[in-house]
């Protein structure tokens, strides 16, 4: 059925009852203890037939959705990290607040309540990156809020999966690559080239702080984002040792032994945004089982990586 015919005789949903179809989806149960994400602005009461869909809550992505005419953005990235006691207009945050009140769309954000979910953003990049057979790295139990409570789901932090079949780390890396939306930043990969790979841990976002849940699950590379200096180094030194190497190991690497797991370090905002490639499907359709309107849905066109340039 189109938009458009879903729309024949329908009344739009208000944005009270689009915030529970969102957070059956992507249950706010799932958040992290230190996120708080969720409705950020916006009266519930307004109606919402067009929601626009980012990574970042930016200045330009609030005025692209405004210009679109849109009711909501969604966005997965929070406005606030910290407790706020002014929203004047002094400072961005502030200012984007008072713009999308003047311009009555609401936003909501699902950070890592949707990192988790199904269907969320873990599942999403796992999906596209070919990846079979996938658990949660780090597993939580099911929601009760969520929709998709008593099927057999599996929820929770980054995705553990197979490959169809083994591929080099560069090959493996430059599906990532050409996967991803594209950016200044490109990715970066610490691992011999030719090493044949089959188990894959993936976790958009920051992910330096679960290097040991992927050495327990035995994961032979490490697709994420953020990776410091330190961490990183520390990391792969260990998958070095353990198998035996030292750190003076070509490109190519020895053929019979290879560090594990690999890394492969993406650019945080192109990875996360691959969430809406399912969000783009899955919230018009469940707000119209919820409320028989379909609501029009688009990605915003900002490429939101705040990289511009990088000299070699």
Same mark, same amino acid.
């Not at 790295?137 to 599996?154: C, F, N, R």
């Given at each position: 059925?189109?938009? &458009? ?6 009344? $739009? ?14 249950? #706010? ?30 200045? &330009?992505?609030?005025?692209? $959705?405004? =210009? #679109? ?9 929070? #406005? ?35 990192? $988790? ?14 990846? /079979? ?12 809020? &969520?929709?998709?409570? *008593? ?6 932090? *980054?995705?553990? !999966? ?21 950016? /200044?930043? !490109?990715?970066?990969? =610490? ?34 984002? @953020? ?45 996360? *945004? ?5 969000? #783009? ?10 409320? !028989? ?11 939101? @990586? ?7």
């Amino acid at each position: 059925m189109s938009t &458009d015919e879903s729309r024949k005789g329908a009344v $739009a949903p208000v944005l009270g009852q689009v915030v529970k179809v969102l957070e059956a989806l992507y249950p #706010l149960d799932y958040a992290e203890d230190w996120d708080h994400p969720g409705l950020v602005v916006g009266d519930p009461s307004w109606p919402v037939r067009r929601i626009v869909c980012a990574v970042d809550p930016r200045p &330009d992505v609030v005025e692209e $959705a405004i =210009a #679109l005419e849109a009711d909501l953005l969604i966005t997965h990235h929070p #406005l606030f990290f910290r407790s706020v006691h002014e929203v004047s207009g002094m400072g961005f945050r502030g200012a984007i607040v008072n713009r999308l009140i003047s311009g009555r769309c609401g936003l909501w954000v699902g950070h890592t309540n949707a990192d $988790a979910a199904y269907r969320g953003v873990a599942q999403a990049a796992a999906d596209l990156f070919g990846l /079979q057979e996938t658990r949660p790295l780090v597993p939580a139990g099911t929601s009760d809020h &969520d929709l998709h409570a *008593g099927e057999d789901i599996q929820v929770g932090l *980054g995705r553990l !999966g197979r490959l169809s079949e083994p591929l080099s780390l560069v090959d493996l890396a430059r599906r990532v690559a050409d996967i991803l939306p594209k950016t /200044q930043m !490109g990715i970066q990969v =610490a691992g011999p080239e030719s090493a044949m790979v089959s188990t894959v841990a993936v976790l958009p976002g920051s992910g330096d702080s679960e290097f040991e849940a992927v050495r327990t699950a035995g994961a032979d590379v490490y697709i994420t984002s @953020d990776l410091r200096h330190h961490p990183a180094t520390d990391a792969f030194q260990e998958a070095l040792y353990a198998a035996g190497l030292s750190d003076s190991i070509g490109a190519d690497g020895p053929k019979e032994h290879h560090p594990r797991p690999m890394l492969i370090n993406t650019p945080h905002s192109a990875i996360e *945004g691959l969430w809406f490639r399912y969000a #783009l499907e899955d919230i018009p359709a469940a707000v119209h089982e919820a409320t !028989g309107f379909t609501p029009d849905i688009r990605e915003s066109s900002m490429q939101t @990586d705040p990289w511009t340039l990088v000299l070699r």
